[in-house]
């Protein structure tokens, strides 16, 4: 009896290895010559955007010549040098637009979430007003508003430039400028209302980050 149990056992570990190795095989099974590199390529600008090349070659069928060549460099980074790697370029057709013209492939003016990650974490402007705070689920998710909403002009897709503009302030928010181009009392509450639901102070972020904004510097 005790040697059924010994062997029973052996014969469970033993597929037990087969599936881990089968599973790692699997995970591995990646042939790069075929499909591209592995690891994603992260772009900086014009905004963050992740590219994979296995949606590109495994799945929609392109080979390394289709992109590689007149498109883009066969080196990682080389777009962004040539400061002309834009969404307005894109547009135009050149890079990514080459192809994302909106007949071959959805167009690089919609479907932005496929490519630039939506931020996580609120974005917090010190200007005009210390500790503004605003959250991309609340205006996307939540309010059915697609990315080109705010991002057509309006806001520049890169985190912090609007605070360096010299007219990013409330006044000309009231004249219907960045935020003002929705909150004008219509489309959203005016600007000059509720004034609490932006401009939290930087007690408020801290609660809202789970920092305890009364607790010394040290910890003590």
């Known amino acids: 009896m005790m040697k059924i149990i010994f062997i029973a056992s052996g014969i469970t570990l033993l597929a037990g290895s087969f599936l881990l190795v089968s599973n790692a095989a699997a995970t591995d099974d990646y042939d790069v010559k075929a499909f591209g590199p592995k690891s994603p390529i992260v772009w900086t600008k014009p905004a963050k955007t992740s590219f994979e090349h296995r949606p590109h070659t495994d799945v929609a069928g392109l080979e390394c010549k289709a992109c590689h060549g007149e498109i883009f460099a066969m080196q990682r980074g080389v777009a962004q040098k040539t400061g002309k790697f834009t969404m307005a370029s894109l547009a135009d057709g050149m890079f990514c637009g080459a192809c994302h013209d909106g007949k071959r492939a959805f167009a690089s003016d ?12 609120p974005i917090v402007w010190t200007k005009p007003v210390k500790a503004v705070v605003f959250f991309h689920e609340t205006h996307g998710e939540k309010s ?4 080109v909403s705010c991002h057509d002009g309006t806001f520049p897709m890169q985190v912090g430039v609007a605070e360096k503009s010299s007219n990013f302030t409330m006044k000309s928010i009231y004249e219907g400028r960045y935020c003002g181009a929705c909150h004008d009392g219509d489309t959203a509450f005016a ?30």
């Open 144 to 147: 059915d508003l697609k990315c």
């Open 110 to 121: 919609t479907k932005c979430a496929a490519c630039h990650k939506i931020p996580d974490d």
């Open 191 to 220: 600007a000059n209302t509720r004034c609490n639901t932006c401009h939290i102070g930087r007690k408020g972020y801290d609660r809202l980050m789970g920092r305890d904004p009364y607790a010394e510097k040290d910890g003590h």
